[in-house]
């Protein structure tokens, strides 16, 4: 993901959620402070499953939708900051494993304090734990509410 190394680049993780929309903001906002740009990074897989795929699987194109996702989640943002580079980036990936490889060599990940999971009550998601712990730049976690 790094082609411009040139260029200071802050990674910023979306899933939709408030939480990672939160954190794009403050990524950009950071990206125009710095003269970093932003790469916003989602990762899709396809469901965990036993057996024959069921056929709404088969139809549905995940990578359409992540993409779908990651584009609404960045318009506002480059509306508002419109002198900020903002790449998108679309993995097929674990969403950990996609945001540490995104962040290698960038100068910092953002990502927001709670995604999809389904423990609400958890102060940091399993994501961003992950990425606290093994990321080999700075992390910032967003937090919302």
């Known amino acids: 993901m790094s082609e411009d190394t040139d260029t200071a680049r802050i990674v910023a993780g979306v899933d939709g959620s408030p939480a990672s929309r939160a954190a794009l ?37 995940f990578a359409a939708n992540a993409g779908q996702v990651l584009a609404e989640a960045v318009a506002p943002v480059a509306a508002r900051y419109d002198g900020v580079e903002i790449r998108q980036h679309v993995v ?16 910092l990940l953002v990502v927001g304090n709670r995604g999809h999971g389904g ?17 080999r730049c700075p992390v910032v976690v967003v937090r919302t509410g």
């Open 92 to 107: 097929q990936d674990h969403p950990a494993a996609a945001l540490l490889a995104a962040a290698d060599g960038a100068e």
């Open 119 to 135: 423990f609400a009550g958890t102060l940091l998601g399993s994501v961003g734990r992950h990425c606290v712990h093994h990321a």
């Open 25 to 61: 903001a403050w990524a950009v906002r950071q990206a125009e402070l710095t003269g970093a740009r932003v790469d916003a990074v989602i990762a899709w897989q396809y469901p965990a499953g036993y057996g024959w795929p069921a056929p709404v699987f088969q139809s549905f194109d």
